[in-house]
């Protein structure tokens, strides 16, 4: 199965499993609109968007493995 038809949390199972694949995956899905809530919070200071999107997938990566699908909560 190609990571594109995964589901959100098919793609959390894997890069709980340290896969880096599944994490560009999950940003190329999601860092766009991460980005357009960031800019309007940080009022378009572009340095810090980037910067919270990466603290985001950072987080992502870091806390994977504690995501239940049961109940979508760390």
Do not use: G
Request: charged share 30%.
């Amino acid at each position: 199965m190609t990571m594109e038809v995964m589901t959100d949390e098919e793609l959390i199972q894997l890069i709980a499993a340290r896969r880096e694949d599944a994490l560009v995956e999950l940003h190329r899905r999601y860092a766009p609109y991460l980005a357009a809530v960031a800019r309007r919070i940080l009022h378009d200071d572009s340095d810090e968007v980037d910067q919270c999107v990466q603290d985001s997938f950072v987080n992502a990566w870091n806390y994977a493995a504690r995501f239940d699908d049961k109940t979508r909560n760390l």
